[in-house]
C-alpha cells in the first residue's frame, strides 16, 4: 500500500514535468545558422517578415552549435562537407533534434552522383524529412510544427532531467545503414538483381554500342560566318607560326585553333601581347577525354556527319586517328573586338602533361589545378598542381570516361567514412599554396566552411598575425555538385533543371546560358516572345539576386535591417517568378527553342505593379545602407582591385565593371534579342568594396528598366519554335498531327539528339559571365558538359584583395563580390 | 559648497542582522542556480564535443600564444588623454569661480594636449596598422 503510494506521486510529478519541460521545449527551440546549399535560401526566407519563423518560437538562428539545438540540414550535403556535418552535430548540447530539408539531404534527390552523400541520415540521425526541391519557406514551417509534435507527443525528458532510469528526449532514431536500415537502390527497395532502366544507352565505360540517335537525322552544327577581324588574326597565325596552328574550318560559335602541344604557350603569348586585337582574358581553361568518342573506334559513318566532299576527306583523315587521348581546350576573349577564340591541344597517354600558362595568366592557378583533379592532366611549371575541388584523399578523375557517375555505383559513405575523412589541416593547406614556412609570430584561423558570412561552403584559411591578414588561402569544392558530369548523362533537356542549381540565386540565367549554348550548337531558333519572356525572367532573376546581395552584404557588415527589407520586394519578385514558371528558385521554365509555356494571365498586372513601386524602395533602401557613414567607412577604399588585375585574373560582371570598364555581354555580344533593349551599363573607377556596392544597386535600376520595356513591348506570337526536331512540342499541337505527336514521345522519352560539334554561350548572369560549352558526339546527351561559372574566376583574386587586411574587413570583401558556391565548384 | 545639513540624507545606522539575511538569501539563490544549471540535464561527452569551434573544422595549433597587439600603443594614448580629460570635467564644475584666469590656463592646457595629439598623429601614432606594413611591405 505505502509503496504504491510512493510509486505514484513521483510518476504524477514526472508526467507534470514532461508536461512543462516539453511545452517550453516546443517554443524555444533555436536552430543552428547552417546551409549547405539552395535549401538554405527558402530556410533563411522563412525568417523574414512574410513567413515570420518567430510565431513557432524557433526564430533565434545561432551561428555556433554551442548554442543551438536544432540542426535543419538544409541542402545537399557532400562527401567532403560530411565529416564538418557531424562534427557541428556532435558538438550541439544535450537534447538535439534534426530535420533534413530538402531531397538532396533526404536522399542525395537528383544529386546521384560521385560527389553527394545519398542521404544525411546515414551519418546523422534525423527526426523529420523536408520533402521538396527546393521545399517552401512553408515546408520549412511544417517540419518545425511536426518535430513540435514529435516533442511533446513521444518524448518523456524529465526522467533523463532527474537522473534516473529511462526517458526520453532529442533524437532517438538510429543512424542508418545502406543496404541494411535502409535502400541502396534508387528505385526504392525490391528491385536488387534488375539493371536500371536506361543502363544500356547511358554514356560511360565501357560503351554501349546501338544508340537509337543513330537513326535520327538532324542538319549539321550551325556554320558561323568568321568576322573580318577573326579571319585576318587566322591569317596572322597562319603567317607566323606556319603548319604549327591548324585552323577549324567550319565553327558554330567562335575562332579555333588547333596546335601542336610544342608552340602553344608560344602562341598563347603571342595572342595575350603582341596580336592586334590582343586577347587579354583568359576565358575558360578545361579539357574533354577523347577516350569515348564514338568515331575514335566505332568508325562508321553516321548520319548527319558529312555533308560535302571536303569534309569527307578531312574525315577519313581523322579516321585513321580521330581524336587525341584528351583534349586541352583554351578560351580567350579580347575586350577590344569584343571577340572570343578557342585554343585546342590534344594530348596522348594515360596520365599525359602538357606546360603550365600560369606565368601568362595567372587566373589560369585554378583552373589547371581543376583540369588536374577532373582528368588527371600534369601541368608542369604549375606552383602548387593539387587537387581542388575534390578532397586531397580521393582516388581517381571523375570526368574522365571511364569514372562512374552515380553515388550509387559507389560504396556508400558512412558514418565511419564521416569520422576518418577529416579535411586538411590549415597548415597543410597553406603550406601547398606557400612554399616558405610560416612564421612564428603567425596563427592559422579557419573562416568556414560552416560560417554565415562566407555565402556558403567556402573555407578562408587566414595566416594571422595579431587582428592582419598575412596570407589567405583558399579550400573550395565543399559545394562540388558534379554538375559537368551529370551534363554527360542526362539528356539535352533533362539537364536543364540541374542548370537552374549552378548559381541557386541566377534561376532563370543560368538556364538562359545553357539554352543559348545549345541552340547556337544546333542552330534553333528562338521565336521573339520566347527571347522577350527569357530576358523578363533573366532581370527579375536579377533583380532577386542583387536584393539578396543588398540585405546580405550589409548583415555581414553588422546591420540587421536590410535583409529584412529587400526580402520583402524579393518575394514580389519570386511571385511573378511562380506565377510564369511555377517555381521559385528553381524555374525550370526555359526549354530549347523557347519557354515551357505561355505567360499566365495577370502577369502583366504583376509585373506593372513591381515597377511601379520598386524604383521608390530602392531609393529608400539606398539611403539606408549606401548613405550609411558606418557602412561608407567599412567599404569605401577596402579591397581594391586594379583594372588590369581585374583582367588578367578573368574578373566578370559586376566586380570587373566597378573597376572601370564598360563590359556587359548584353551590350558587348548581345544575346536573346538585348539590343532591343534600351538601357545603361553602370561602371564605377575605383574598385574598391563600395564600388561594387554601387554597380550592383544601378543595376537593379537598369533591370527593372529592361523589365519595363519586355512587359510593354511583350511581343505576341509563338513560345516556342515550331522545329519539332528539337524542342517540346506544344501539347495543343501535339493532339492535332501525328507527325508532333511522334516528336513528343522521342523527344520526352529518349530525348533528341543533337549534331555532333561544339559550342559556348555565355550570357550576363548576376554575378557575372555564366557560360556552357557544350561538346556533342551526335547523341541523345552531351559529350562534354563544361560550365564556365563566373564565382570561380572571381573568388580567386580574394587573398590578392584581401591579404594585409583584418579579418573583419575580409568579410566585407567576401560580402562585395558576391560569391555563391555552387558557381565555384559546380 | 554649502554644508550638508541635517535631514537630507539618511542616517547611517547599518543593520548587521538584515544585512545578514541579504547576504545568506543571495548567496542561496546564486547557489541554487548554479547547482541546478549543473545537475539537472543530460551531458554527454566525446571527444568532438569537447573539441573547439573553429567552423566545423579542427583547429590548427594551440590557441595559448604570445598573442601580438599592435593597436596597444592607441589605447595606451586613449588612457592618457581620457584622464587628462578628468581635468577639463573638474574645471566645468568650477567654471565661473575661477574665472578668466582659469579660462586661459586651461585653454593652454587643452591647446598642449592639441600639440601632443597632433605630434603623436604625424609620426603615425594612431595608426597601428604601421608596424604590419613595415615588417610586411607590400607585394612581399
Redesign the interface.
Same mark, same amino acid.
Do not use: C, M, T, Y
Given at each position: 500500500m505505502e509503496s504504491s503510494v510512493q510509486g505514484k506521486v513521483p510518476g504524477r510529478f514526472l508526467n507534470l514535468a514532461d508536461l512543462v519541460v516539453n511545452w517550453s521545449r516546443k517554443y524555444s527551440l533555436w536552430p543552428m545558422f547552417f546551409g549547405l546549399s539552395c535549401c538554405f535560401v527558402e530556410e533563411a526566407t522563412a525568417f523574414t517578415a512574410r513567413y515570420d519563423l518567430a510565431r513557432f518560437g524557433a526564430e533565434v538562428l545561432r551561428a555556433?552549435?554551442?548554442q543551438a539545438d536544432l540542426l535543419i540540414v538544409s541542402g545537399t550535403v557532400f562527401k567532403k562537407i560530411a565529416p564538418?556535418?557531424?562534427?557541428?552535430y /556532435?558538438?550541439m548540447p544535450?537534447?538535439k533534434w534534426v530535420i533534413s530539408m530538402g531531397s538532396c539531404s533526404n536522399s542525395g534527390g537528383m544529386y546521384d552522383v560521385y560527389s553527394v552523400v545519398q542521404g544525411v541520415d546515414q551519418i546523422i540521425p534525423v527526426d523529420v524529412y523536408v520533402p521538396g526541391c527546393p521545399p517552401r519557406p512553408e515546408a520549412v514551417l511544417e517540419g518545425l510544427v511536426i518535430l513540435q509534435d514529435k516533442i511533446v507527443s513521444t518524448e518523456k525528458p524529465s526522467r533523463?532531467? %532527474?537522473?534516473m532510469e529511462g526517458g526520453t528526449?532529442g533524437t532517438d532514431r538510429p543512424v542508418l545503414e545502406n543496404g541494411v536500415t535502409k535502400s541502396a537502390d534508387p528505385r526504392g527497395p525490391g528491385y536488387e538483381g534488375l539493371e536500371i532502366r536506361g543502363t544500356s544507352v547511358s554514356p560511360g565505360w565501357p560503351q554501349h554500342w546501338g544508340s537509337r540517335s543513330d537513326i535520327m537525322w538532324t542538319p549539321p552544327a550551325r556554320r558561323i560566318q568568321l568576322s573580318s577581324g577573326d579571319q585576318s588574326i587566322g591569317a596572322v597565325l597562319k603567317e607566323r607560326f606556319g603548319d604549327r596552328v591548324r585552323q577549324e574550318a567550319h565553327t558554330s560559335d567562335m575562332l579555333t585553333f588547333h596546335i601542336e602541344q610544342d608552340s602553344l604557350k608560344e602562341v598563347l603569348r603571342f595572342l595575350k601581347y603582341e596580336s592586334k586585337p590582343n586577347y587579354k582574358r583568359l576565358d575558360d581553361l578545361t579539357a574533354i577525354d577523347e577516350s569515348a568518342r564514338r568515331e575514335r573506334i566505332w568508325n562508321k559513318d553516321f548520319a548527319g556527319a558529312i555533308t560535302d566532299a571536303g569534309e569527307a576527306d578531312a574525315y577519313a583523315q581523322m579516321a585513321k586517328r580521330p581524336y587525341p587521348d584528351f583534349t586541352v581546350v583554351y578560351q580567350l576573349l579580347s575586350f577590344d573586338s569584343a571577340s572570343r577564340l578557342r585554343i585546342k591541344s590534344g594530348l596522348n597517354g594515360a596520365y599525359p602533361a602538357t606546360g603550365s600558362i600560369t606565368d601568362i595568366w595567372p587566373s589560369a592557378n585554378w583552373y589547371e589545378r581543376e583540369v588536374y583533379d577532373m582528368f588527371g592532366i600534369r601541368f608542369e611549371g604549375h606552383p602548387n598542381l593539387s587537387r581542388i575541388l575534390m578532397p586531397q584523399w580521393w582516388e581517381g578523375h571523375p570526368l574522365r570516361k571511364g569514372y562512374p557517375g552515380r553515388g550509387t555505383e559507389m560504396p556508400p559513405y558512412t558514418f565511419a567514412d564521416a569520422r576518418a575523412r577529416?579535411?586538411m =589541416?590549415?597548415?597543410e593547406v597553406a603550406a601547398l599554396d606557400h612554399k616558405a614556412p610560416a612564421g612564428e609570430?603567425e %596563427?592559422?584561423?579557419?573562416?568556414?566552411?560552416?560560417?554565415t558570412s562566407t555565402h556558403g561552403l567556402l573555407?578562408c584559411i587566414a595566416a594571422l =598575425?595579431? /587582428? /592582419?591578414i598575412?596570407e589567405l588561402d583558399l579550400e573550395i569544392g565543399y559545394h562540388h555538385r558534379a554538375a559537368e558530369k551529370l551534363g554527360e548523362r542526362q539528356t539535352w533537356h533533362q539537364y536543364i533543371p540541374y542548370t537552374d542549381r549552378n548559381d541557386y540565386l541566377g534561376g532563370a540565367c543560368n538556364e538562359l546560358s545553357y539554352v543559348t549554348a545549345v541552340e547556337t550548337l544546333a542552330d534553333i531558333r528562338v521565336p521573339e516572345r520566347a527571347q522577350a519572356i527569357r530576358v523578363m525572367l533573366a532581370e527579375l532573376y536579377r533583380l532577386s539576386n542583387h536584393l539578396v546581395y543588398f540585405g546580405t552584404f550589409g548583415q555581414d557588415l553588422g546591420a540587421m535591417t536590410p535583409n529584412f527589407y529587400t526580402f520583402a520586394e524579393r518575394e514580389m519578385v519570386l511571385d511573378i517568378v511562380e506565377l510564369i514558371t511555377g517555381g521559385r528558385l528553381h524555374p525550370e521554365y526555359l526549354r530549347l527553342g523557347g519557354v515551357a509555356a505561355d505567360l499566365p494571365e495577370g502577369w502583366k498586372h504583376a509585373v506593372d505593379n513591381l515597377v511601379a513601386i520598386f524604383p521608390r524602395r530602392l531609393r529608400e533602401y539606398e539611403k539606408l545602407l549606401g548613405k550609411n557613414p558606418i557602412f561608407v567607412a567599412r567599404t569605401k577604399g577596402l579591397g581594391p582591385m586594379s583594372l588590369e588585375q581585374a583582367m588578367d585574373w578573368g574578373v566578370s560582371g559586376a566586380n570587373l565593371r566597378a573597376c572601370g570598364l564598360e563590359w556587359d555581354l548584353r551590350k558587348k555580344m548581345p544575346y536573346s534579342g538585348y539590343d532591343n533593349y534600351e538601357f545603361e551599363v553602370p561602371t564605377a573607377t575605383e574598385g574598391d568594396c563600395y564600388a561594387r556596392y554601387q554597380v550592383r544597386v544601378e543595376e537593379m535600376r537598369q533591370s527593372i528598366r529592361i523589365i519595363e520595356q519586355a512587359a510593354r513591348n511583350m511581343p505576341s506570337g509563338r513560345h516556342v519554335t515550331d522545329d519539332y526536331r528539337y524542342s517540346i512540342p506544344n501539347r495543343n499541337e501535339m493532339l492535332r498531327d501525328i507527325e508532333t505527336l511522334i516528336h513528343h514521345f522521342i523527344n520526352v522519352t529518349r530525348g533528341m539528339k543533337i549534331p555532333r560539334g561544339e559550342a559556348y554561350a555565355a550570357t550576363e548572369g548576376p554575378r557575372g559571365e555564366h557560360g556552357y560549352y557544350a561538346v556533342s558526339d551526335g547523341l541523345g546527351y552531351a559529350y562534354r558538359m563544361r560550365v564556365r561559372g563566373p564565382g570561380f574566376a572571381n573568388v580567386q583574386t580574394l587573398p590578392l584583395l584581401a591579404t594585409?587586411t583584418s579579418i573583419a574587413d575580409l568579410i566585407a570583401i567576401i560580402g562585395s563580390i558576391d560569391i555563391i558556391l555552387p558557381d565555384i565548384d559546380r | 559648497m554649502q554644508p550638508i545639513s541635517d535631514g537630507i540624507m539618511s542616517p547611517w545606522e547599518p543593520g548587521v542582522f538584515s544585512l545578514a539575511v541579504y547576504s545568506i538569501l543571495v548567496l542561496a539563490f546564486i547557489t541554487s542556480q548554479l547547482f541546478l544549471a549543473v545537475w539537472l540535464g543530460e551531458k554527454k561527452w566525446s571527444v568532438e564535443k569537447s573539441r573547439p569551434y573553429e567552423c566545423g573544422i579542427i583547429p590548427t595549433g594551440s590557441a595559448y600564444f604570445r598573442y601580438p597587439v599592435p593597436f596597444y600603443m592607441v589605447a595606451i594614448f586613449f588612457l592618457i588623454f581620457d584622464v587628462e580629460g578628468a581635468f577639463i570635467f573638474a574645471w566645468a564644475l568650477v567654471y565661473r569661480e575661477v574665472g578668466w584666469a582659469g579660462y586661459l590656463q586651461m585653454s593652454f592646457f587643452i591647446v598642449l594636449l592639441l600639440v601632443g595629439l597632433f605630434y603623436i598623429w604625424k609620426h603615425g601614432g594612431l595608426d597601428w596598422r604601421v608596424a604590419y606594413k613595415e615588417r610586411y611591405p607590400a607585394g612581399s
Open positions: 555556433s552549435p554551442r564538418v556535418v557531424l562534427r557541428l /556532435e558538438q544535450e537534447p533523463k532531467i %532527474f537522473h528526449q577529416q579535411p =589541416d590549415a597548415r609570430r %596563427f592559422f584561423l579557419n573562416l568556414g566552411p560552416h560560417h573555407r =598575425d595579431g /587582428e /592582419e598575412r594585409g | -
